[in-house]
Each structure stands twice: as structure tokens, then as C-alpha cells.
């Protein structure tokens, strides 16, 4: 086994669904040990989330829960329980990093809060991912993916280009943009706190914002207020941003400069309707697209995206395809980038998962293992790592701790 960029690092995970999960998987999928603590019997919430193996509903079948918890170990403790909260101090006297994802005022009553660990553990980094961060008027407030995402600006941006924005009203994103976007944004946080740790020897409390995630991203938009406008308007598409419909799908239309649209030309056959004078350059076509958009859109019903983009890349004309997940795992590029890796799970056999989007020539990305059933490493960890005997753990099973 290759050792892994991170190889050595000891983190405990104890967060649920989407955001604390993703920031451990990134740095476990670098080989660091992580250890995801859940409660005993329920389990993270993920693990009820679709889409389920078949259609059956079943907490070790989780799509979702199975991607975002490879290369990690799984115990089951009941944190409201005194020993639960002894055994779980425990782990942490050993740790480098805790990535948790619940209310402040559920660790603080835990005496869980990065004060009380810190006792423990001086040198620990302890991420805390919340909605609003810590601290300010909505730190106690609940949220979700669709809420950050609109709390962040994110929505009013989507989709970028309309054509009536007063008639089309902001969108949600596609999928759980907020949160995955969280948990990028905390393991780039968590590891600054661990570098700083080298040079210091200090640990520190990363307090990450899912809403302040989100206007992270936005940036560019942001920076509008800075030159003087009131607000960043979505406008209507120009040319060069454009979605058309084809035989089987649909293709980005991305031609902007003179030389491109004579290719394109070139490869539609050159017919005698594109050379109106009212298509002539960029801002004309911007202008009378809606005249320009039935004849691409006639010839593309035609053709498949594959046939229209290997024609227009030959002419060296910027036009691609819209890629629905399925041309994803079907793609060869992303196979030939070895993309996509099967992991072996007890409860679903051989399943492909997205792999990661780097490649190390020292230490490589690699599956060590699928996401943990409930509990499963519980005497592993327990009772080789911890101390404890096979007596006290069954007899804290009995007693709901475990």
C-alpha cells in the first residue's frame, strides 16, 4: 500500500449528512486515519438520505452515505452519556483534528465545545461547521442547503443568464451546492490550522460559516459594489453562453470570434441564411439571436453531440456538450484518467464512485476501504486502540452506549 499525503494524521469525525462528512472524506481519501463517531442505533442521517441500492431503502445502502465516508473507520457512541463522553475525550487525547458539524450550543451542553477539548488536547485543531458560524445574530439558527444557498447570494445568481429576469425568478442549484462547497472550504481551512500547528505548536478552533462559504464563491459578484453598481443583475444570455438543443441532448454554443463562426459555418454546410448581414459579428448575433438560434437548432436536431463536437473541435471551434451524468460514466476521458473506482461494500458489492480530481506522483489518491457499516470497527477501536475489554463493551452495548 502506497502511503498516502497525509498519511500519520489523526482525525475524529463527528458530524452528519453532507458538509463534516465531505471536509473528513478529502483529507481521508489522502490517507489520513479518520475515525467517524455516530450514534449507536440511528446512525448519521446520510445514511436514510437517497438514493438507495434498488430502490430499497436501507441504512447501509445509501448512495450518498456510501460516497462520503470511504477510507474511514466507524464506531457508534452515545455522547449524552458520561462514559460515551469519557470514551469519546479518549479518542480525542490521541487526535490532530476534530471536524464536527453541530450547533454550538449542542457541544457546548456536551462540554464538547473547543474550551473543554482543549483541556484534553492543547494541540487539537477542532473544526465546527455551522450554518452562521459561532458567534453573530443567527449562530443559534437552523438551516439547510437550500437556505445557505440563498443566504449566500448563491440564488440570485442562478441562472446567470435569463431572458426576462423580472419574469424569471432566482433558482436553486442543481444537487447540494452549499454543502458540498462547506466541506471544500473547511478541509482548506483545516489544514492551515494543521500547517500553522507545525511552526507553533498550537492547536486552534476553525469557525467555518456554511453562509460565508457560499459568498466566498462569490467573489466576482461581490466585487461589483466595489466599481459602483448597486447590485449584480442577471441579464440576458449573449451569444457566446448559449444552450441548444440536439438529437440526443443539447450543446453549449460558445462561437465569438470571426475566425470560429466561419468554421462553424463552414461545418453546418455554409448555408446561405448565416450569411445575413444581421449576423455579421459578435454583437449582432448577440442582438438577433432569436432569429439565429432556429436555424443552429434546426441543423443540430439533426446530429448527435458527439458528432457535432468532434466536427466543430476539428475546426478548433469552442462548442462542447452538455453532459448528463450518465455521459459522464460513460466518458473516456474520465477512464482514461481513471476517474471513476470501484469499491467493494458488503451490503452492495462492487460499486463505481467519483474518484478525485488531482493526481499525486508521490503519494496517489487510493480506496483503502468502503464506508463503514454502523459500528463496525467499534472493538477494533475500542478495545485494540483504547484499552478497553470485550466485557466492557458488550456491557456498554447493553447499556446504549456503543
Known amino acids: 500500500m502506497n502511503r498516502g499525503a497525509l498519511s500519520g494524521l489523526k482525525v475524529i469525525e463527528h458530524a452528519h449528512f453532507i458538509s463534516g462528512p465531505f471536509c473528513a472524506k478529502l483529507m481521508a481519501d489522502l490517507g489520513a486515519d479518520v475515525i467517524k463517531v455516530e450514534e449507536p442505533e440511528v446512525g448519521d442521517r446520510a445514511r436514510r438520505n437517497r438514493p438507495f441500492l434498488h430502490d430499497v431503502a436501507h441504512s447501509e445502502r445509501s448512495g450518498l452515505f456510501l460516497y462520503l465516508n470511504t477510507n474511514k473507520r466507524g464506531i457508534t457512541l ?10 469519546f475525550k479518549e479518542l480525542i487525547e490521541r487526535a490532530d483534528i476534530l471536524v464536527e458539524n453541530n450547533p454550538p450550543s449542542v457541544m457546548k451542553e456536551l462540554d464538547l465545545d473547543y474550551k473543554s477539548l482543549q483541556r484534553t488536547n492543547p494541540g487539537l485543531i477542532m473544526t465546527s461547521i455551522t450554518p452562521f458560524g459561532q458567534t453573530g445574530l443567527y449562530r443559534d439558527h437552523k438551516s439547510s442547503d437550500l ?3 440563498h443566504m449566500g447570494g448563491m440564488g440570485w445568481i442562478t441562472p ?19 454543502d458540498f462547497m462547506t466541506g471544500v472550504t473547511a478541509a482548506l481551512a483545516t489544514m492551515g490550522a494543521f500547517f500553522a500547528r507545525r511552526s507553533t505548536g498550537l492547536g486552534q478552533h476553525v469557525d467555518l460559516s456554511e453562509q460565508e462559504s457560499v459568498v466566498y464563491a462569490l467573489a466576482r459578484y ?21 444552450t441548444v438543443a440536439c438529437k440526443d441532448g443539447y450543446i453549449e454554443f460558445h462561437v465569438v470570434e470571426a475566425v470560429h463562426w466561419k468554421a462553424f459555418k463552414k461545418v453546418m454546410g455554409n448555408p446561405e441564411a448565416l450569411n445575413d448581414y444581421k449576423f455579421k459579428d459578435y454583437y449582432s448575433r448577440c442582438r438577433n439571436w432569436d432569429d439565429l438560434e432556429p436555424l443552429v437548432r434546426k441543423w443540430a436536431m439533426e446530429h448527435t453531440k458527439e458528432e457535432i463536437c468532434q466536427s466543430m473541435q476539428a475546426e478548433r471551434v469552442a462548442l462542447s456538450p452538455v453532459n448528463t451524468t450518465k455521459d459522464l460514466l460513460k466518458s473516456e476521458q474520465l477512464a482514461a484518467r481513471g476517474y471513476f473506482a470501484g469499491i467493494d461494500h458488503p451490503e452492495t458489492g462492487q460499486i463505481s464512485y467519483p474518484g478525485v480530481p488531482y493526481k499525486f506522483s508521490r503519494t496517489p489518491w487510493q480506496t483503502n476501504r468502503p464506508a463503514p457499516l454502523l459500528g463496525q470497527h467499534n ?24
Open 222 to 242: 461581490v466585487t461589483h459594489h466595489f466599481n459602483g453598481e448597486t447590485d449584480y443583475r442577471r441579464a440576458k444570455a449573449p451569444t457566446y453562453e448559449r
Open 160 to 178: 446567470d443568464w435569463v431572458k426576462d429576469a423580472a419574469r424569471e425568478p432566482p433558482l436553486k442549484g442543481g444537487g447540494r451546492q452549499a
Open 379 to 402: 472493538e477494533e477501536i475500542l478495545c485494540r486502540q483504547l484499552g478497553y475489554t470485550l466485557q466492557e463493551l458488550t456491557d456498554m452495548k447493553e447499556s446504549g452506549i456503543v
Open 147 to 149: 437556505i445557505s444557498f
Open 78 to 87: 452515545n455522547l449524552k452519556n458520561t462514559t460515551g463522553r469519557k470514551v
